[in-house]
């Protein structure tokens, strides 16, 4: 049946709600191309094994799971996996990840749970395969499950392999129709062949031959191209459009309130329209500030929305009143962009009542109902079906795209592919958010902390909540109008596990919901908050430390309580050949080096770092040249992707800590391409990175390594520069210009 | 106004129709598939659009296809000497597992290769400044600069 018959068909589409998801990857009915106007289950049950996993006749296995690949290797992850547990070999199984028709809703990907959340469900949904798989064959063999033995997708009984049935054989095609159970016997971690082992990853080389199909290279049949128009200064509303404009190749202007889009048959020609196209907009009041000075004192100042205490231990205040000396410090750490090496692109498919919209972004299950609500229809007639997109660290601008396509498709009634600009991606994506922070330490006459007092105040990471869960967390449902964001406060706190006898940590949340239409809404951004409140709390720990004539490295091992911290922090300083000094170094010469330690734990992962500079006291510039980290994210599933993911969290890290901030002036996002939004380059790259991994043990629980790495390379940064140089950088990015200027002062 | 325009595409003839200011990399892209070279900024800054034009790396997303006429353009498809291989840099960011997210790939592996062929004996400075206007995001720059390493190595050998 070809994809016409299949429209006229009718009630076939309703096949697919007999099917549970996984199972429909072996339907028939099933066509190479959803077509927009089916309908889809409104869930695929996670209880059914049929949902997770389907055998076809010739053996080969298909795994459903409801988490994408973010670039960090975690399809390999996936598929050494499920060919563990299932006894196959790793080519046999092809993986469908985030298609909200046949894959469970795990939400996505987000706040490394890839492997906790998908690997865990991936092998529970195997080892209840391989269970069911070895009770059919016992029947069909007539011997005991206990007596039969699997390799390479065969049962055979033990000690006669000549008495065998495959997998194909017993189920291929057909459904399990089984439940899986809460917690089915998995393997013993000992036994393990695949997981665990330096696994090359399966993607690469697809990408490096330019055959890795990716969300910008997907294209449909009559499919047009669309390109947006933001508002050009933030809160600008759409006065006028002129749709008498003759535009080459336009199809169709599109606007809805105060999104503007133009439609074309050529790419080309959708960049020229929209360069080209005449409308009016107002010139709202300045919503932003002159620059980070300003935005900072805002931050200190403004009435906080929510306040939150954490960690609160004895009596700060009365404390901090008997130290012999108070030592304080304020931290600023600013706006960032996920610019994605791609901006936002997807293609949608709005037609006959329904939409089918292709997308990038982490988290299709939460942006189905976003679309759904978006675009008036019941959620069983939306698809989202993710597809590669470049790493997208959070909550980039792929949604957006995504709304924007499914609006624009919407308004034409043909199939639309969007690809969002740079200036988009950049000036447009939503933003990791700025907080200042205040810290203060009381020191007794002994010497020793017994005071420790946290402060952050920041727009809340999460103005745009960590899902594109309603239509009004999108740029396009905002200037369309008459969609609210979900948005959440979450505190901005470090977690460091110092026992110091008396501390608190507060965090204030400022309001900044009227961002929401502009390129200064904050979201996700990897190891959302994690990298500034590290930065806050290590590098003031380091302050602390001199304060009281400590080493850093002896002054944490002191403080800290939790024993895996220990280990890390302890490992880190000795591959690193760590120099004890209990005050900054800051050697005499114009090139001078130094070392510095930071650490911060996450989600039951933890990191330590030390990194070494090298810096010139004339320039102000300076180049890492090595970092020594020691990693416990607990069991690996593949060495190979969790080091590969710990060098390029590094770098990013790096990038993000010297380089990075957004710019903005009062009325709009400056940062608009790679010149006005710089970040690392190969000549910065170090000489070395040293890698200690710890708890890597089978039988250990696996956290999630896609983001912790991240958290201490700013203070780590920021710790060497001060041993080196004797100065102390509180503000993010520590550029050549901060350093010069804290050496001159 | 559209005009027709032969190119020489990976060892192929091709005739396109497009405006002459048209892209290079959108007519690679759209009307020949060609989905290797990528688009990252539309400014030439980032390098994911990279070709080879007469054996120089370009910004195909900064170059007309006009300027293109009647020459020898090379992407990442059609890199390897053969169908079915590899080059020697492709191999090597294999072997050093070289890539995150991938889609900046075009302008590593394409600099990366006019580069050893340029200068196959380029020095570590040379070889990171030779790479210097490339972006990654995700922050690859480890293994890929492990990978063109491995790769000089390896051209040295052959």
Redesign the interface.
Known sequence: MDRRDFLKSGGAMFVTFALPGCATTMSASEPPLPAAGAMWPAKVEPELLDSWLAIAADGSVTACVGKIE???GISTAFTQIVAEELDVPMERVTLVMGDTAQSVDQRGTGGSNGIMQGGSALRAAGAEGRAALLALAAERLKVPASELRVRDGVVYVAGDESRRVSYGELVGGRQFNVKVAEKPKAKDPREYRIVGKPV??L???Q????????I??FSVPEMLHARVVRPPLAGAKLLSVDEAQAL?GLVKIVHRGDFLAVVCE???QA?AAAKNVRAEWSKPAPMFWPGYDALYEHLRTAKPRTSRTEGERGDVDAAMKMAARVVEARYEYPFQSH?????GCAVADVRRGGAVVWSGGQKPYPLRGALAELLGLPVERVRVMWM????S?GMNDADDAAADAAVISQAVGRPVRV?L??HDGTGGDPKGPPIAFHMRAGVSSDNRIFAWDYEARGFSGRVRNNGTDHAGDTLAGQLVGGFKPKHSDWPQLSTESYAFPNARKVSHTIDWNRSMPTGLRTAHLRDPDGMATCFASESFVDEAAYACGVDPVEFRLRSLTEPREIAAVKAAAEKAGWQPHAKPRAPAGRIVRGQGIAYGPRNGSIVAIVAEVEADRETGRYRVTRFTVAHDVGFVVNP?NVH??I?????????RAMHEAVRFDESRVTSV???TYP?????E??DA?DIVMLGNTPGNKSYGAGEPTTRPVAAAIANALHDALGVRVRRVPLTPEAVLAAIRT | MAESFDLTVNGRRERVTAEPETPLLTVLRNDLHLHGPKFGCGLGQCGACTVHLDGTAIRSCATPVASARGARVTTLEGLAPREGTLHVVQQAFIDEQAAQCGYCLSGWIMTAAALLERNPHASDAEIRQGLSGLKCRCGTHMSILRAVKLAQSRMGRA
């Open positions: 973010a670039g960090m090359p990853r993607d690469i080389p990408k490096v031959a330019g055959r890795y199909r990716y910008a290279d080459p050529r790419e080309e960049v610019a994605s090496m791609g901006p590669p997109g470049p790493g660290y690809q600009m740079r190979l590969g993911t060098e390029a969290n590094l770098m990013q890290a790096m990038s391409d790679w010149i970040i690392v380059d190969m000549t790259v170090p990175v």
